[in-house]
């Protein structure tokens, strides 16, 4: 069974940076594709950035420019960097591995941003 464990959420002030990681409990390399979506309160859940086997990468339209998302094979671990941050963005982030046929999900990790 996969196993996606998410670390590096938090309180932050609004125009500050996290960065989420995902740590996968096996080859990055195995998935087609690899992302983070996120879900605030009352919302439903979206897409936020992915990577996909080849190394592209896609953003929803609200974090171009603020957000990046990279990998890193030798660790297992896929990485999401966020800068500007703004309460809009305060969500529980969960990672996400696809593969044919398959789904998996991280438990999520909470990022807050308040002042």
């Known amino acids: 069974q996969v196993q996606l464990v998410e670390s590096g959420g938090g309180l932050v002030q609004p125009g500050g940076s996290l960065r989420l990681s995902c740590a996968a409990s096996?080859?990055?390399?195995?998935?087609?594709?690899m992302g983070w979506y996120r879900q605030a309160p009352g919302k439903q859940r979206e897409l936020v950035a992915t990577?996909?086997?080849?190394?592209?990468?896609n953003y929803a339209d609200s974090v171009k420019g603020r957000f990046t998302i990279y990998r890193d094979g030798a660790e297992k671990t896929v990485c999401l960097q966020m800068s500007t941050l703004s309460p809009e963005d305060t969500a529980v982030y969960y990672c996400?591995?696809?593969?044919?046929?398959?789904?998996?999900w991280g438990q999520g990790t909470q990022v807050t941003v308040s002042s």
């Open positions: 990577i996909n086997v080849g190394g592209v990468t």
């Open positions: 996400n591995a696809r593969m044919p046929r398959r789904n998996y």
């Open positions: 096996e080859n990055i390399f195995n998935f087609n594709t």
